[in-house]
């Protein structure tokens, strides 16, 4: 996989965030914020991984949000965070209904974050999302499929299979991206509201 100076800088920065998180975790434990920054470092890293990796480091990312979970249910950024989780495992199934669950568990945890921040746009677009989410994931499936047959076989050339790489490379970007998006805007508010207020007027 090729990766554009806009990729590396994300997997850098995503990573020394995750190393910085761990850092402080090691020295206290029950920051759930932490802990949610942590798993949504995990979570961009997982998104530069091959599948197999991909799906260990979403296992750590939905574990640290359980955690973060435990130490204050109110935290309905974790809750949406392991919505993403889960909606990027249901992805990397090829088979539907070993996706459906996943799909399901997102689609509730997208739910209980709506519910704990009644209005939040972007977590009741989640839900509107993720209730396509089956189709969706059938149909990209089924279209990769189909790029198979059509390019498989051992006589494949090597741009044939470099196509069919990027294609997949592209979906994969696809979806990353808009948890990526959505990532994006939940660390931004998260340092926004961390922020002291403005001094008064003079």
């Known amino acids: 996989m090729q990766f554009s100076q806009d990729d590396f800088d994300r997997l850098m920065l995503s990573e020394h965030s995750r190393k910085t998180c761990e850092a402080h975790y090691a020295k206290n434990p029950l920051d759930a914020e932490n802990l949610i920054k942590w798993a949504g470092a995990l979570l961009e ?97 089924k279209q990769g499929m189909a790029q198979q047959a059509l390019g498989g076989g051992p006589a494949t050339s090597s741009s044939g299979k470099s196509s069919k790489a990027k294609k997949s490379s592209d979906f994969k970007y696809d979806i990353a991206g808009w948890v990526i998006l959505a990532l994006g805007i939940f660390i931004w508010v998260g340092a926004k509201s961390n922020m002291p207020p403005p001094p008064p007027p003079r």
């Open 45 to 141: 890293l997982s998104q530069f991984q091959s599948v197999s990796d991909s799906r260990i480091m979403l296992d750590d990312c939905i574990s640290k949000l359980e955690e973060a979970l435990v130490i204050n249910p109110t935290k309905h950024e974790a809750l949406w965070c392991l919505g993403n989780a889960h909606t990027s495992h249901g992805f990397m199934n090829p088979d539907l209904d070993e996706a459906r669950p996943y799909f399901k568990k997102a689609s509730e945890y997208f739910q209980r974050a709506a519910e704990l921040e009644p209005g939040n746009e972007l977590y009741l677009k989640s839900i509107e999302v993720t209730a396509k989410a089956p189709e969706l994931h059938s149909e990209i499936h």
